[in-house]
Antibody, heavy 121, light 107 residues
Framework: EVQLQQSGPELVKPGASVKMSCKAS????????MKWVKQSHGKSLEWIGD????????FYNQKFKGKATLTVDKSSSTAYMQLNSLTSEDSAVYYC??????????????WGQGTTLTVSS | DIQMTQSPASLSVSVGETVTITCRAS??????LAWYQQKQGKSPQLLVY???NLADGVPSRFSGSGSGTQYSLKINSLQSEDFGSYYC?????????FGGGTKLEIK
């Protein structure tokens, strides 16, 4: 069974950084890209970026370049996202999602449960 | 960036009814489109990929259609478990933007 287990809620101060995790199980980690998606409270969704766990190649939404850094640890089948210089605008739920390749595009077919980030002093 | 305009923003319907949600892209996305369902407090779930293909385990009352810039998600004979929010997302070049969402509520 495919599972993506994300790390727990985070409460951090403005200006700080946070690193959240997404541990994959039930499939070959390096066979699928991992996407990260942001959902601000009560709002729609934003694609942050993709990472290829096989070689670490990353593809970012220009809006999140400099804000988010995607990495993986193949030995533990875990994807990470670090967010820096946090402001209240970064308070949101962040999802990781495994992406399967269909018809030339990678669609997120399994999602983690989300990590809630609250940025507050 | 490609803009995805989703309508309606909200819909109040009864069990058993049929609903259609639409998504219009600001340019041709060549059927590189997904639909998701999201229940309150839960993560999104993939319903449809490549505009017309149902994801594994999705009931056949769901169907996706469209081409070019216009796409639709149709739900036949709405069930109680279908209530929630629905989003479209394109995959024709980055950034992969989402529609604003449709909240489906029980009448």
């Amino acid at each position: 069974e495919v599972q993506l287990q994300q790390s727990g809620p985070e409460l951090v101060k403005p200006g700080a950084s946070v690193k959240m995790s997404c541990k994959a199980s039930g499939y070959t980690f390096t066979d699928y890209y991992m996407k990260w998606v942001k959902q601000s409270h009560g709002k729609s969704l934003e694609w942050i970026g993709d990472i290829n766990p096989n070689n670490g190649d990353t593809f970012y939404n220009q809006k999140f370049k400099g804000k988010a850094t995607l990495t993986v640890d193949k030995s533990s089948s875990t994807a990470y996202m670090q967010l820096n210089s946090l402001t209240s605008e970064d308070s949101a739920v962040y999802y990781c999602a495994r992406s399967a390749l269909y018809y030339g595009s990678s669609y997120p077919d399994y999602w983690g449960q989300g990590t809630t980030l609250t940025v507050s002093s | 960036d490609i803009q995805m305009t989703q309508s309606p923003a909200s819909l109040s319907v009864s069990v058993g009814e049929t609903v259609t949600i639409t998504c219009r892209a600001s340019e041709n996305i060549y059927s590189n489109l997904a639909w998701y369902q999201q229940k309150q407090g839960k993560s999104p779930q993939l319903l449809v990929y490549a505009a017309t293909n149902l994801a594994d385990g999705v009931p056949s009352r769901f169907s996706g259609s469209g081409s070019g810039t216009q796409y639709s998600l149709k739900i036949n004979s709405l069930q109680s478990e279908d209530f929630g929010s629905y989003y479209c997302q394109h995959f024709w070049g980055t950034p992969y933007t989402f529609g604003g969402g449709t909240k489906l509520e029980i009448k």
